[in-house]
């Protein structure tokens, strides 16, 4: 703890629970109409070390509306105030500006701009010291990479207090960063220094790339410097030149070290909000390939910070002990955890590892041993479920699988830390299949109760064969599994609409299954198809996004449309008939074409076709052309309406755009409005003023879901999908290895209490980047290295762990491929399904549970999302705790209302 001398604390860990303001241990401010609440101080002075570190949170509730923002002095960082009764916490981090060292300032803390009333209690300093990635020799912090002789850095504007976690801060001085994304200069001689080195390279040449989001007064200029004593300018940022390029100077190199500054021009206050900072060199030195990374420990005593994604250890709600025999614990817990290999044995006990779920729905919990001695081999499996009664549910239902470890070597965001953390489910097929001593192993038990079965609980065990590596003999265990089926069946298709891409998945899977021939590839593609289904995944793109059409006539303006359905026919009936997938996008003829939307990243525009139907150009003949398309899309109404899928495609014809998009956008959308009013209009963009009207379905990216003009879209009977990609990051849910494991299930109990009817997502199957992984003969292997790199290889860097891969390659598949080794094609095991996509199932089967209870009783309190599982799309619970009991409380209520 920190040391109190007089008014002034000096820094371990300092708690400091009296305010200004309050007598008590809970500050509680209220505003006044009109006016939000003004600044509450703690009462303690803190002592700032010059270039030191901290972390600053206080718990707080309350409601109203407004942001929150945590002080030192003048500076501080703004955060969303998520509303509700429940204590939730807001933490700072912050490194101390020149003018600040050696001085003592107080913490405060303020609802900004907030209506209503707020209470806080627990405010807490710690000082924190990081600690870098190390790889060839070099140090590497956060946004640091190589990439062979390539090194890049880009400063993580993006991530919550990730400006502080870049190794080359130098120092910073007079410069506020009050909304965590970007630095904003406007304070008389404000400057920030990094300082580019490394040890065992050499800086040959450099570019830089910096974006300012806004400049409303005075410049930044930009400069380099070998020393950081003599600096030679580079560049400057000014209103109207917010996008700076550029290479340092050819005197700067080689060098092993060089210094960048922003700083105020002399004699301005600028305004200026820095986005992004961006550096990549050409080195010299042995080529390396590695990513930087960052965490931070307590510099009182060494220890990790508290993180999200891994609870206290000792903590009693992990599970509980269902066998203990000598030498060997038997322990049950929560599919919504994710369980390390050093948490220890839970002290409560249970009867039985115990599973509810209605008929027709997976279910899943962890059966973790953990003996004192290593096991050589363990086999496990189920026996038939009775209930007593003469019904039973057949061991085929119940699905045995390991929990399979990957190595975390660069964390995706905060949240996450390096270790091995467990994700894939590989069938337990691998013999033998050995435990280590004193280390947990969870297996991963799901049961489908088929269609049908009746309602009541169902017991039986599963059978553990254990052969300790000391002796052969082997031991049998039985463990007792008790499931309860509901009263009702879920249905085959799902109310929720899914879309998720599959993309180049075939040739992804093919390559890694050594398929080759076309009967080879089939097998494997339906693999996929099916544990696509299996999960409730529907696929965005099927074979055919485009139906062929033939037009047929003498005078092209006067042709008639002539579809060839066949392939479209029998892909749909698969679609629909067979997986139950519930959407399906299609790309109608006609609208003009967009290439590629992310050439914006490289430094070009998008390029856009205009509108053409059969030769027949909307600019050169708007009769002819409106002629033609009114036919085009009559028969296709036809055709879809006769098979009944009316309601199970979509168009999503251009992805993400840009303003300067708009107008081909809005050209494209009235052609449908005019032509196929019936046809679902789908954009991924967040609602935009001069977008109002175009969209049928607004699917924007989940933290650009309440814009400015969400209200009007609302009110206008607009829908909503959403989706997660590699944006956003904490404090938002993702689709990260390295977070907590209910999060992808919390996703769908948002989207159910946002109103939100359909998630999509961008690729399931993403196994290796040809920007790290060069050679086309050794692949990534994802088991080895879980990490999602971007594919573009100037751009560098990563998405994040496990992002795009919500299904493993068999891991033999994996091993050989990687390992450039010409196998025998492997057609018969399928993916290998990991935890997140575990979590997204049961959240689309929770999303059912409402979504039926509804249909009884619209009305009904339960339809309303417990705060418990969350308050706001930042502020969601990480124990699974708070789903499962109110998912109970809905089968009983479907029960009853049946």
């Excluded at 942001?67 to 998520?82: N, S």
């Excluded at 075939?506 to 544990?531: F, G, I, P, Q, S």
Aim: proline share 7%; hydrophobic share 35%.
């Amino acid at each position: 703890m920190g040391i109190l001398i007089g008014a002034v604390a000096l820094i371990g860990t300092v708690s400091l629970p009296r305010w200004e303001e309050s007598t008590n241990a809970v500050l509680r401010l209220q505003s006044e109409p009109g006016k939000s609440i003004t600044v509450a101080s703690c009462t303690e002075k803190v002592a700032f070390e010059q270039g030191a570190e901290y972390v600053y949170s206080v718990d707080y509730r309350g409601e109203g509306c407004g942001t929150l923002l945590l002080g030192v002095g003048p500076y501080g960082h703004c955060f969303l105030f998520g509303k509700g009764a429940e204590w939730r916490t807001a933490r700072m981090m912050f490194r101390t500006p020149e003018e600040l060292a050696g001085k003592s300032e107080k913490l405060h803390v303020k609802p900004y701009g907030y209506t209503g009333w707020a209470e806080f209690r627990n405010p807490t300093l710690v000082k924190v010291e990081p600690r870098y990635a190390k790889s060839g020799g070099e140090t590497l912090g956060f946004g640091e990479a190589f990439e062979g002789d390539v090194y890049t850095f880009t400063l993580p504007f993006s991530r919550k207090g990730g400006h502080y976690s870049c190794r080359s801060l130098e120092r910073i001085s007079r410069v506020k960063d009050n909304f965590a994304s970007a630095f904003f200069f406007h304070s008389k001689r404000g400057e920030v220094v990094y300082r580019h080195r490394l040890e065992n390279h050499a800086f040959e040449s450099a570019d830089f790339h910096v974006i300012a989001e806004k400049c409303t007064s005075g410049t930044i200029e930009l400069s380099v410097s070998k020393d950081g004593v003599k600096w030679t300018k580079a560049g400057e940022i000014v209103n109207g030149k917010l996008d700076l390029k550029g290479t340092f100077p050819a005197g700067m190199f080689p060098a092993k070290e060089f210094f960048v500054k922003f700083a105020d021009k002399p004699g301005e206050r600028p305004y200026v909000i820095v986005e992004s900072y961006a550096m990549t060199a050409n080195v010299s030195g042995p080529p390396l390939f590695a990513q930087g990374g960052t965490r931070y420990v307590e510099a009182a005593t060494g220890c990790d910070l508290p993180k999200l994604a891994r609870e206290t250890a000792s903590s009693a709600r992990f599970g509980e002990k269902v066998l203990a025999v000598p030498g060997l614990d038997i322990w049950r817990a929560s599919s919504g955890w994710r369980i390390f290999r050093d948490m220890p044995v839970p002290e409560k006990s249970a009867a039985a590892l115990e599973i509810k779920a209605a008929a027709n729905e997976a279910e899943s919990a962890q059966l973790v041993v953990r003996p004192e001695m290593a096991l050589n081999d363990v086999r496990l499996a189920a026996t038939e479920l009775k209930d007593g009664k003469g019904n039973a549910i057949p061991a085929s239902a119940i699905d045995v699988r390991y929990v399979h470890y990957v190595n975390v070597t660069t964390p995706s965001d905060g949240v996450g830390f390096r270790g091995l953390w467990p994700d894939p489910l590989p069938p337990l097929t691998k013999s033998p299949f050995p435990v280590e001593a004193n280390a947990n192993q969870p297996f991963w038990i799901t049961v489908k109760p088929p269609k049908g079965t009746p309602r009541g609980v169902y017991r039986g065990v599963i059978i553990a064969e254990i052969k300790p590596s000391d002796q052969q003999t082997i031991r049998h265990v039985q463990v007792p599994l008790e499931v309860e089926v509901f009263g009702f069946d879920l249905p085959d298709e799902m109310t929720c609409k899914t879309v998720f891409g599959y993309g180049g998945g075939d040739k992804t899977t093919w390559r890694y299954h050594n398929a080759k021939t076309e009967a080879e590839k089939k097998r494997v593609r339906d693999l996929y198809l099916r544990m696509h289904s299996d999960y409730h995944l529907g696929l965005r793109e099927g074979d055919q996004l485009v139906i062929p059409c033939k037009w047929v006539g003498k005078d092209r303006k006067n042709a008639m449309p002539v579809f060839d359905f066949s392939n479209f026919d029998a892909m749909m009936e698969e679609a629909v008939g067979t997986y139950h997938f519930n959407m399906r996008r299609l790309y109608p003829e006609g609208l003009g074409s967009q290439e590629n939307s992310n050439l914006k990243l490289k430094g070009k525009e998008n390029l856009i076709h205009g509108p053409l139907v059969n030769g027949v150009k909307l600019e050169e003949n708007p009769e002819a052309y409106h002629r033609l398309m009114g036919r085009y899309f009559k028969a296709l109404e036809n055709h879809l309406r006769e098979k009944g899928w009316i309601d199970n495609v979509y168009v999503h014809w251009y992805d993400e755009p840009r303003p300067e998009d708009y107008p081909a956008l809005k050209r494209g959308f009235g052609i449908m409005r005019r032509h196929a009013p019936w046809l679902k209009k789908l954009l991924t963009e967040q609602p935009e003023k001069e977008l109002l009207g175009e969209a049928d379905i607004w699917c924007p990216l989940i933290d650009m879901m309440h814009s400015k003009c969400y209200p009007e879209a609302r009110a206008a009977g607009d829908g909503f999908w959403w989706y997660i990609c590699n944006w956003p990051r904490e404090p938002y849910v993702t689709d990260c290895i390295d977070h907590p494991a209910v999060e992808l299930r919390t996703w769908l109990w948002q989207t159910w209490g946002e109103n939100v009817t359909g998630i999509d997502y961008w690729l399931t199957v993403n196994w290796t980047s040809p920007a790290v992984y060069k050679d086309p003969k050794h692949p990534q292997n994802p088991y080895e290295d879980p990490m999602s790199w971007r594919w573009d290889e100037k751009r560098g860097g990563f998405w994040g762990n496990g992002e795009a891969n919500l299904f493993f390659p068999p891991v033999d598949c994996a091993n050989k491929t990687a390992a450039g080794e010409d196998f025998p094609a492997v057609t018969g095991e399928g993916p290998v399904p990991t935890i997140r996509v575990a979590m997204l199932r049961d959240g689309l089967e929770d999303y059912e549970y409402f979504a039926m209870l509804r249909k009884r009783n619209p009305n009904h309190p339960f339809l309303k999302v417990p705060t418990t599982v969350y308050t706001s799309l930042t502020d969601f619970s990480t124990d699974p705790v708070g789903i499962e009991e109110h998912r109970l409380k809905l089968a009983r209520e479907i029960e009853k209302t049946k």
